[in-house]
């Protein structure tokens, strides 16, 4: 089937098939998995122009809504966390569709910008887990207690008769003002700086806005690595927060679109809804067999494609 807007010609089932493939295990490690869809449309499909970013963005919007809704009905949505994130990104997002549309619609310049991007994202994983692997000694009761958590979720969830009638353990926002936010969750106090929630997310949002990934794959680790939140309670706010964003950014590219009567700016909706159909599935079943695969190599799996596909893009650079 030939897609007009994206310039490419793909049998009808490949989309939704590579979506549903990537969401499956991008999803047990808590992202959508746009970041790894856009360098699949760009090295195997040839989808290259300025669209292509609106496009994924149009993924998360059809994908993501069936995990939000998982984390707001088990408690674990962190209402002012999440208002934060999309208030911060979202006029980074407009930041960034404007800077992918008039600097970065050569091909070659935003491959340059995307590997980077990639490459950042993946060795920070590497790090963070080599680290991990490195100190796990010392930090055997911390994952212990994270442990004792999921075992709650999933033995409350999937036998309610053992609840006794109490609900699951749920987020309680002890605090929120103009300089810090602070949260409870399960006997654990969080307590973090406003100003530096928002600044991360402005800054993801214009990374997000350029790459077409709203930013949620960007922001998750860093809220749990440099704030310490757990990520049973950023996940959400960060699947909101690329949802809202990629919403806006799907709108702005559509808006901006007439403006550039010789580009490719707005979204491919068949080809994005294809992807989005596909990932859907995907994450529904990712986030059921997640306990049956080791955290660790899911994200061993997943730096490991992020920093081959990074190099590829900065060497294709260097070449061209």
């Known amino acids: 089937m030939f897609f007009e807007t994206a310039g490419i010609e793909v049998a009808l089932w490949i989309p939704p098939l590579v ?25 195997f499909l040839g989808y290259v122009n300025p ?30 966390l999440t208002g934060v994130v999309v208030t911060a990104t979202l006029p980074g997002v407009f930041i960034g569709a404007v800077v992918r549309v008039a600097y970065l619609p050569d091909p070659r310049h935003f491959k340059l910008f995307a590997g980077a991007v990639l490459l950042s994202i993946g060795c920070k994983m590497i790090f963070e887990l080599a680290r991990k692997t490195a100190g796990r000694a010392g930090k055997a009761n911390s994952e212990k207690r994270f442990q004792d958590v999921v075992r709650t979720y999933r033995t409350l969830s999937t036998n309610p008769q053992k609840s006794n009638g109490n609900p699951l353990p749920a ?17 654990e106090s969080f307590d973090v700086s406003l ?4 600044s991360l997310s402005f800054i993801v949002g214009i990374v997000g806005g350029i790459y077409g990934i709203g930013g949620g794959s960007i922001i998750a680790p860093f809220f749990v690595t440099y704030f310490g939140l757990p990520v049973y309670t950023v996940a959400g706010a960060a699947l909101m927060g690329t949802f809202v964003t990629s919403v806006a950014g799907v709108v702005f590219y559509q808006a901006i679109a007439p403006f550039y009567p010789n580009l490719s700016v707005a979204p491919d909706w068949l080809l994005g809804i294809l992807f989005g ?13 997640q306990k049956f695969v080791p955290a660790r190599f899911i994200k061993w799996l ?6 081959f596909t990074a190099a590829k893009y900065i060497v294709e650079f260097i070449r061209a």
Request: glycine share 14%.
């Open 195 to 198: 100003w530096g929630i928002f």
């Open 171 to 187: 987020v309680n926002v002890t605090h929120f003002n103009f300089k810090r936010l602070g949260y409870t969750f399960y006997g």
């Open 277 to 289: 159909l596909g990932g859907m599935v995907g994450m529904y079943l990712g986030a059921r067999l």
């Open 51 to 80: 669209s292509v970013s609106a496009t994924n963005q149009l993924f998360n919007i059809v994908a993501i809504p069936s995990g939000v809704y998982r984390y707001c009905k088990e408690g674990r949505m962190v209402w002012p």
């Open 302 to 307: 997943l730096a490991g494609i992020l920093v």
């Open 19 to 43: 979506a549903f493939t990537i969401s499956l295990f991008t999803s047990m490690g808590g992202v959508s998995g746009a970041f790894l869809l856009l360098p699949f449309q760009m090295s």
